[in-house]
């Protein structure tokens, strides 16, 4: 399984099972939580959850954080972590618990997470398919911070497609994760307001920023399995989609 990661961001998969057995062995009650993102909105979710599971009475520790390989960047071509890979060595994360899979389906990596134990598994724009085999790990199932109100706008550019559209209010939507695109229970939503000088950047930070504090008030209710009861299917009738947006480099 080829990969080019910088020493720092090298999967030491024995030291993850080392480090996961060792909490397992301590008696910690928290429960195990995985956080999968890349950019910086995702960063932004994950540094969220890090506070809160600081404290005393959290319920709940991240566990590990899965994101994408380091890529080159800027004109030296150099290989950076993503931000969220940043983020988490910023902040004392242990490197030995960034996992950097080119697919969420290897064998290795899901061999590993498993290991990690998770209860559950949030994620925020990872922009890796999960094959059912991932999300049959966590027994509290894969929640998704999506910025739409769905089933409006699945896919990989909700915002970007949304005000395309003109639309005068979008919104977040937490929701199960399922093999369909963006298509499971919807556990909660909170809507936003869209004026006409806001751009996609600074939306899509707003959104993933009521996201992180929609996921702390629900995060109970996940863990204790009462959110899957009260989750919503969509509407599939309502359907829209938000694919990519390609950039036209030729003009």
């Known amino acids: ?37 890349s950019p910086q909105v995702a960063a932004s979710v994950l540094d969220t959850l890090l506070a809160a599971s600081s404290s005393a009475d959290s319920a709940f520790q991240v566990a590990a954080v899965v994101t994408q390989p380091p890529a080159a960047k800027n004109r030296g071509r150099k290989l950076l972590p993503s931000a969220v890979a940043q983020l988490a060595l910023d902040r004392g994360f242990p490197s030995d618990l960034i996992f950097t899979p080119e697919r969420a389906g290897e064998e290795t990596f899901l061999s590993d997470l498993k290991e990690v134990r998770p209860e559950l598994c949030i994620t925020a724009a ?14 509290c199932g894969t929640v998704n911070i999506h910025p739409s109100l769905l089933p409006l706008y699945r896919g990989a ?5 949304a005000l395309q559209d ?16 963006d298509a499971g229970p919807v556990i909660a939503c909170e809507r936003f ?4 000088c ?13 996201g992180s504090k929609l996921l702390l008030d629900e ?33």
Do not use: H, W
């Open 1 to 37: 399984m080829a990969r080019c990661s910088p020493p720092l961001l090298r999967r030491l998969f024995c030291c993850a099972a080392k480090s996961a057995s060792a909490t397992a062995a301590a008696g910690t009650k928290k429960k195990n939580i995985v956080f999968l993102g």
């Open 126 to 139: 990872y922009g890796n398919i999960l094959p059912q085999r991932f999300l049959d790990i966590p027994p």
């Open 157 to 161: 550019a909700p915002v970007q497609r």
């Open 166 to 181: 003109g639309v005068e209010e979008t919104g977040v939507s937490l929701a199960y994760t399922v093999r369909a695109l």
């Open 193 to 196: 307001s869209v004026d006409d």
């Open 198 to 210: 806001i751009k996609a950047p600074e939306l899509l930070a707003i959104l993933f920023n009521i």
């Open 219 to 251: 995060l109970p209710s996940i863990l204790d399995g009462s959110a899957k009861q009260k989750a919503k299917p969509q509407d599939d009738s309502k359907v829209t989609l938000a694919p990519k947006v390609v950039m036209d480099r030729t003009s």
